[in-house]
């Protein structure tokens, strides 16, 4: 079965500090892809990146990077210079294979992130 | 070009009601997926329509149903309503199943 982890509930940092949001995954799959999302007070889930598990490289963009290490089955996002924009929960989400209801994502429980002034 | 729109935003039923929740999904996408969040959690899978055609059905009651219409827009209806029924219902869009998914900004329901 999979499993999506994200062992921290909340974390409250101050502006400027880097912050990094662990997710811990479980599958059985060799094919999926992992996702995350952040999610506003609004309630939209925002995509923020998607990484095919066949591809272990490291990903920047901007002040966000990504960390996908098969051999511990995490996918780990850190920010940068945290801004007060930057406070939402965070998700993280695995994909099943298609051949597994259509390739439904299954959730983390989610970060609160809170970057205060 | 406009983004996956559900309609209505917020709702307020009663126990035992029935609610109907609408889906559009991006201009060229032909599947949608329907998502339950809880407060306090992640989003759990309910349903994912593909061409019309159910594709996918998670751990949800009878109650719950859903279809897909010819022009990819989807209603998801929940029949007898809970009191944990109250969440915030997601509709997700992608241009194939198991595709990068968009996500609408969900239906409130509140069942009183």
């Known amino acids: 079965a999979q499993k999506v982890t994200q062992a921290q509930t909340e974390i409250s940092v101050v502006e400027k500090e880097d912050v990094t949001l662990d997710c811990v995954y479980e599958t059985r799959d060799t094919t999926y892809y992992l996702f995350w999302y952040k999610q506003p007070p609004s309630g939209e889930l925002v995509f923020l990146i998607r990484r095919n598990s066949f591809d272990e490289q490291n990903e920047i963009s901007g002040r966000y990077s990504w960390n996908f290490q098969k051999s511990t089955s995490s996918f780990n996002f850190t920010i940068t210079a945290s801004q007060v924009v930057d406070s939402a929960v965070y998700f993280c989400a695995l994909s099943a294979p298609i051949y597994n209801q259509g390739g439904k994502l299954i959730f983390g429980q989610g970060t609160e992130l809170s970057v205060k002034p | 070009d406009a983004g996956v729109t559900q309609s209505p935003t917020h709702l307020i039923k009663t126990r035992g009601q029935h609610v109907t929740l609408r889906c559009s999904p991006i201009s060229g996408h032909k599947s949608v997926s329907w998502y339950q969040q809880v407060l306090g959690q992640g989003p759990q899978f309910i349903f994912q329509?593909?061409?019309?055609?159910?594709?996918g059905r998670g751990n949800f009651p009878d109650r719950f149903s859903a279809r897909q219409f010819p022009n990819y827009s989807s209603e998801l209806n929940v029949n007898a309503l809970l009191l944990g029924d109250s969440a915030l219902y997601l509709c997700?869009?992608?241009?194939?199943?198991?595709?990068?998914?968009?996500f609408g900004s969900g239906t409130r329901l509140t069942v009183v």
């Open positions: 329509y593909y061409e019309k055609e159910e594709r």
């Open positions: 997700a869009s992608s241009l194939v199943s198991g595709d990068g998914y968009t």
